[in-house]
């Protein structure tokens, strides 16, 4: 270690200990690494593929705009986010987040609204990835052999996290080489080679309009875009295990807006412009269109080619987002605020990894997708949640920060927004407010009531028992962690910098 890089380790164990806390993690992610966790997390290949269909169908060639709009919104949120992490660069990410900026009680109700929407993205990711490998193999993908690769996923995932953060760092970084280099050759193969449609399709409204409005089709088809542009808060979640975080991880995460927001819209313009046929799609003729793209544009050969890239995106992505629940579990064990504390917190000896933690962050998921091939429905209504659930623990982060600024918190990290800190964070809470709305709309009235209200009667659901429990047990009594304490701390000195 030379002296420099003692130095920082020096100004980061001083950083954590004014905070109240030691820490025995190892910190050795570099910054590119902390933003290939955060990239491999929000997984742009994942988001486009997986639910490219049901967004075209809905808003046709222009929902491509959704990405931008959507992108814009979301990286007002990464900058609320980056001036909080870079004062309480805390394992853990939201959960201590908003322990400190608003309370005990707010943030044991954040980290279980964020904990239960990672189990279940967990759980979605593996059972979404199960029929592209089944395709891969050559295997028949029925619900039993679907549900067995999912729960082999999670089992693999959850070995290699277990074996310490350099593996966890050097896969999302081979993650994230694999599906930037995937998004960015099928992007551009298709727009040279593959392209159907004239540009002029981006904004070719015509076949969509309902009543003279593209509004309602524009808002729907934008539900793909939102699963698509979170994950940057995973750097903040190993934020313990990156040196010199205050100042590192505001800007991985910001990095992973620009490159994943990036590489999403591209290869998404690729595969809109490269449809055959647009009617097929939005009358529901052609049911799985980025199949329908890559099978005419490179043929079995190439379309097997892209599935192993997307197959590398979706165990990457497991691994980040065990990665990011494991910390949120440790957190809430160290802070003494859930049942096994003792157990939850412990490290293990060499990998200095909280292992298990690792291993029930992997567990819940994978009973999740266990009852899928005898409660289909009830799993589907479940994993609605999975999106909203990010974003109603993101909102809860961005709600306790106005709270705090208005109770005259002035943020001491390196990475400060200054006179726009009001601004940025006011756009980020309407944001997140109206995508929530956007999300729970319900749009299918010939549904079942519970499939039609799914996200709202998921999210109510999870909100009341965890307020409950909350309520009857007072897990937030149990430890004596600092909270709420953020308006006190020392403000900094000096003019803000971004860097």
Not at 125 to 152: C, K, M, N, R, S
Request: aromatic fraction near 12%; hydrophobic fraction near 50%.
């Amino acid at each position: 270690m030379t002296g420099n890089d003692q130095q920082a380790a020096d100004r980061d164990t001083g950083q954590l200990r004014s905070l109240g806390y030691v820490s025995h993690f190892d910190r050795t992610m570099s910054l590119w690494e902390n933003f290939a966790l955060g990239f491999t997390y929000l997984s742009p290949v994942v988001g486009v593929y997986t639910i490219f269909a049901t967004a075209f169908a809905a808003g046709g060639p222009p929902m491509w705009w959704t990405y931008v709009w959507v992108g814009l919104g979301q990286l007002m949120v990464c900058l609320v986010f980056g001036e909080i992490v870079s004062q309480f660069p805390i394992s853990g990410g939201l959960y201590p987040w908003a322990r400190r900026l608003y309370g005990k009680r707010w943030a044991w109700m954040a980290g279980w609204v964020y904990g239960w929407a990672l189990f279940v993205t967990l759980a979605a990711i593996a059972t979404g990835a199960a029929p592209f490998l089944a395709e891969l193999l050559g295997v028949e993908g029925t619900p039993t052999v679907t549900t067995t690769i999912a729960i082999a996923l999670i089992v693999l995932t959850t070995g290699l996290n277990l074996s310490g953060t350099r593996l966890l760092a050097r896969a999302a970084m081979f993650g994230f080489i694999c599906e930037l280099i995937g998004a960015i050759v099928v992007g551009s193969y298709l727009l040279i080679f593959a392209r159907h449609q004239p540009w002029s399709a981006l904004v070719d409204t015509r076949a969509i309009s309902s009543g003279g409005s593209y509004w309602p089709a524009f808002l729907t088809s934008s539900l793909a875009a939102m699963f698509c542009y979170y994950g940057f808060e995973a750097c903040g979640d190993v934020a313990e295990e990156t040196p010199d975080a205050g100042r590192q991880i505001p800007k991985a995460m910001r990095l992973t807006i620009y490159v994943g927001g990036a590489a999403a819209l591209w290869v998404c313009l690729g595969l809109v412009l490269s449809v055959p046929d647009i009617s097929a799609v939005l009358t529901g003729r052609d049911k799985d269109p980025v199949v329908t793209v890559l099978k005419t544009a490179m043929g079995e050969l190439g379309f097997r080619v892209v599935i192993a890239v997307v197959m590398v995106s979706f165990v990457s992505a497991q691994l980040s987002l065990q990665a990011a629940a494991s910390r949120l579990l440790f957190a809430y064990a160290r802070d003494e605020m859930i049942v096994g504390s003792k157990y939850l917190r412990h490290l293990s000896r060499g990998r200095h990894v909280p292992a298990n933690a690792l291993i029930l962050a992997g567990t819940i998921p994978a009973l999740i997708a266990l009852c899928a091939p005898w409660l289909q429905d009830a799993v589907a209504t479940i994993i609605s949640f999975a999106a909203i659930g990010i974003y109603i623990a993101f909102q809860m982060i961005v709600f306790a920060a106005l709270v705090a600024r208005r109770r005259g918190w002035q943020p001491a990290g390196v990475f400060r927004l200054g006179a726009w800190a009001w601004p940025v964070n006011l756009v980020a809470f309407l944001y997140g407010v109206g995508a929530i709305i956007n999300m729970a709309w319900p749009r299918s009235p010939q549904d079942p009531w519970y499939s039609n209200y799914a996200m709202i009667l998921t999210s109510a659901a999870v909100l009341v028992v965890g307020a409950l429990f909350m309520v009857t047990a007072r897990p937030y009594d149990r430890g004596h962690a600092p909270a709420g304490d953020a308006h006190r701390l020392q403000p900094a000195i000096g003019e803000p910098i971004g860097d």
